[in-house]
């Protein structure tokens, strides 16, 4: 497979204006009539997120961490700063830098504030949610990154995850999957020969893990009681049986040819539709790359 085409270069404060555009608030307009338009519009954009999952995808490899740093290191918290400094691989901090930039590029769009205001705070098993003195408490959101790659999902539906990751082989692919898969889980991979296992594995793994991550349990969840049907997504969680796997709603895609992704969402009965944006990391501008109706996820 060819390798990245070169990326074209942005300068600074080009990129610095994209940013600005992309996240800046909306005034509201002074006379009363206006005001209320405007704020009818505001609620039009929040009820319209609790129908929609936004998935905001992005590459940083291709692109100088210079640049990156330039660009979008004055966007994070400083504690989040100090941590991206310490990485010690240059393709670490890319990823971080990229993935919790494009995070509160994505959350201040829809909270309307800049990057630099969200507010994130530990929740539930330490699961990075709004702060809760925000203005707007009930977005949820969740962050995934991997070699080449960043995700991150947001709604006001109800809890959610996501998991991005490189499809590679890897030589005890059958010993990785008896211990985190259900037996069912296990059957799946195993109806695929060698040439789509990978494949395979990494569809089942990226459901499993956005739903633990939705959950809020991660790596704590008892994988192996946990299953998510890869063919009619659907979940059974033996560990939380009072549990209504209707209430779930799962989709998994290739993002590109090297990378399984998926999305687990509560609150399935109010949504309408997954959205996914690319971010261009060198003007911070989005393009739609695949927008699924819900309905089309039952058949």
Not at 55 to 78: I, N, T
Not at 152 to 168: K, L, M, N, Q, Y
Request: aromatic content about 6%; charged content about 20%; hydrophobic content about 40%.
């Amino acid at each position: 497979m060819p390798g990245p085409t070169a990326p074209r270069r942005a300068s600074s404060a080009t990129c610095s204006r994209a940013i600005i555009s992309s996240c800046s608030s909306i005034t509201p307009p002074c006379s009363i009539s206006s005001f209320a338009r405007w704020k009818a519009f505001e609620a039009r954009m929040t009820a319209r997120l609790r129908q929609e999952v936004h998935v905001w995808l992005a590459r940083p490899e291709p692109w100088p961490l210079a640049q990156l740093e330039r660009s979008y290191l004055a966007l994070l918290s400083k504690e989040e700063r100090q941590r991206c400094l310490r990485f010690h691989f240059e393709r670490d901090r890319k990823h971080y830098l990229a993935a919790h930039a494009m995070l509160r590029l994505c959350l201040a769009r829809h909270l309307d504030c800049t990057p630099q205001q969200v507010s994130l705070a530990p929740g539930l098993n330490g699961k990075p949610e709004i702060a809760l003195d925000s203005a707007q408490p009930s977005l949820r959101f969740n962050l995934s990154h991997t070699r080449g790659m960043v995700a991150c999902a947001v709604t006001r539906a109800g809890a959610c995850g996501i998991d991005v990751e490189g499809i590679r082989t890897m030589p005890d692919i059958n010993g990785i999957a008896q211990t985190v898969f259900s037996s069912s889980e296990i059957d799946y991979l195993d109806s695929h020969d060698a040439a789509t296992r990978p494949l395979a594995f990494f569809t089942q793994w990226t459901l499993k893990e956005a739903y633990i991550k939705a959950t809020g349990l991660g790596m704590s969840a008892p994988l192996r009681q946990i299953a998510v049907d890869a063919r009619t997504l659907r979940v059974r969680d033996d560990s939380r049986p009072e549990q209504d796997a209707g209430d779930w709603l799962f989709d998994s895609w290739q993002a590109g040819p090297g990378h399984a992704l998926a999305l687990a969402c509560d609150g399935a009965d109010m949504l309408r539709s997954i959205i996914c944006h690319e971010m261009d990391l060198a003007t911070a501008s989005l393009q739609i790359l695949r927008r699924k109706e819900i309905g089309s996820l039952q058949t």
